[in-house]
C-alpha cells in the first residue's frame, strides 16, 4: 500500500534591493521565460515564487545572476493568495514593517558587497581602551 504524501511547496519572497536596476517586472518576466514548472507573483518588492523546493531554489539561483548583489531571497510562510495574508482577500498584514525594513537595509548590503568585489578592505577596529572604574565612579558622580 503506497502513501499519497502531499506535494511539498515552498514559497520564497525574492527582493530587489532599492539601489538595483532591475525591476519587479523582469523578475517575473525571466520567472516566464524560463517555462519552469512554479507560480511567480510579481510585488512591489521584487515576486514571490512557489512551487517544487528544488526548483524555486534553482529558479532563485537564476534570477540573482541579474544582480548578484542586488537580489535576495528568504522563504516565506505563507503560500502566495493565502487568505490570512492576502490583501486581496482581506487578510492581515503582520510583518509588512518588519519587509519594509529589511527592504531598506538591502542597498547598504549591495554597497559593502560591491566595495569587496572592488578590492576595498573594511577599516581595522579601532582600539578601546578600558575605561579605569575611578573615572567610571566620577562620570557618575557627576551626572547625578
Not at 518576466?29 to 510579481?42: C, D, I, Q, W, Y
Not at 502566495?80 to 519587509?99: E, I, K, N, W
Not at 573594511?122 to 558622580?141: Q, S, T, Y
Request: hydrophobic share 30%; proline share 8%.
Amino acid at each position: 500500500m503506497s502513501e499519497n504524501k502531499p506535494r511539498q511547496r515552498e514559497t520564497r519572497l525574492i527582493m530587489i534591493s532599492p539601489a538595483s536596476n532591475v525591476t519587479p517586472d523582469q523578475l517575473a518576466r525571466t520567472v516566464h521565460a524560463m517555462g519552469r514548472e512554479l507560480s511567480v507573483k510579481e510585488t512591489c518588492y521584487g515576486c514571490l515564487l512557489e512551487g517544487d523546493p528544488k526548483t524555486v531554489v534553482e529558479v532563485r539561483d537564476e534570477l540573482r545572476k541579474l544582480d548578484p548583489h542586488g537580489i535576495y531571497s528568504k522563504r516565506r510562510a505563507y503560500p502566495a493568495g493565502d487568505p490570512r495574508r492576502c490583501r486581496a482577500q482581506h487578510g492581515t498584514r503582520p510583518g509588512y514593517s518588519q519587509l519594509e525594513a529589511e527592504w531598506k537595509l538591502l542597498a547598504n548590503l549591495q554597497h559593502a558587497m560591491d566595495a569587496i568585489d572592488m578590492g576595498e578592505k573594511a577599516p581595522p577596529e579601532p582600539k578601546r581602551n578600558k575605561l579605569p572604574v575611578k573615572e567610571f565612579k566620577e562620570i557618575c558622580e557627576v551626572n547625578l
